[in-house]
């Protein structure tokens, strides 16, 4: 078996290797001129053999396969509609000629505005529910239904407009799925204010006169519902 400092000794890599020569040069020079003869000999032997050279202690390890995509390969990315709406009509058509345009990404932040407008009427369905269990002390059903009529025909305009960014993404027209998003998206914050005013309108405004769980009078109930909902 050859002596670990061979390799070194039969590149001649000083430049490269300098704390490796260094040493060896430290280690030949103690030794006798019969030892360095012999070590010499195994270093020829060693390079005459064809034995591959280990890298020096500097020298860059090659780089491995990680398994991207080949050069040159386009790859899609996903931007938000933000995003895209702030780049240029030349940068769009760019993207989308390279093929890295993802038209389907783009239409999917449209479309998660129909499943928020869903949630949002479920919500007034429920203040609905409370309104008509205070109806005696003040809650108002009757209005709470003429909003959830107000958000059926919001929810309508939200179908057309993600219908419209459907269309939009089959012509590769990232701006028109954008536009179609933000009609649906201001729809839908509409939706999220009618929950607001229903909450109002679910609310027990007029307090019983009597403790619900005791029984006993309640003392001054309106001032005292005042104090509980907008003390400051």
Not at 27 to 41: F, G, K, N, P, S
Not at 176 to 200: D, F, R
Request: proline share 7%; net charge negative; glycine share 6%.
């Amino acid at each position: 078996m050859s002596m670990p400092i061979i390799p070194a000794l039969a590149g001649g890599a000083v430049e490269s290797a300098p704390p490796v020569m260094g040493a060896l040069t430290e280690l030949i020079e103690t030794m006798t001129e019969d030892e360095a003869a012999v070590l010499l000999e195994e270093a020829a032997a060693w390079s005459a053999a064809g034995e591959p050279i280990p890298p020096s202690a500097g020298a860059a390890a090659p780089e491995e396969d990680d398994g991207g995509e080949e050069p040159g390969e386009p790859v899609e990315h996903v931007e938000d509609l933000a995003a895209e709406a702030a780049e240029s009509p030349e940068d769009q058509a760019a993207e989308a000629e390279a093929g890295v345009e993802d038209f389907d990404a783009l239409l999917s932040q449209v479309t998660k505005v129909k499943d928020d407008a869903a949630a949002t009427v479920e919500q007034l369905q429920s203040l609905r529910e409370a309104a008509e269990a205070a109806e005696e002390h003040g809650g108002d059903p009757d209005a709470i239904d003429d909003l959830i009529k107000k958000a059926e025909k919001l929810v309508e305009e939200i179908d057309e407009s993600i219908e419209d960014a459907e269309d939009a993404a089959k012509d590769e027209d990232a701006n028109g799925i954008a536009q179609a998003g933000l009609l649906a998206k201001e729809k839908c914050e509409l939706l999220k204010a009618l929950v607001a005013e229903a909450e109002v309108h679910a609310a027990m405004n007029t307090p019983p006169t009597e403790n619900p769980e005791t029984g006993e009078p309640e003392e001054e109930p309106a001032l005292k519902l005042w104090a509980s909902r907008y003390a400051v």
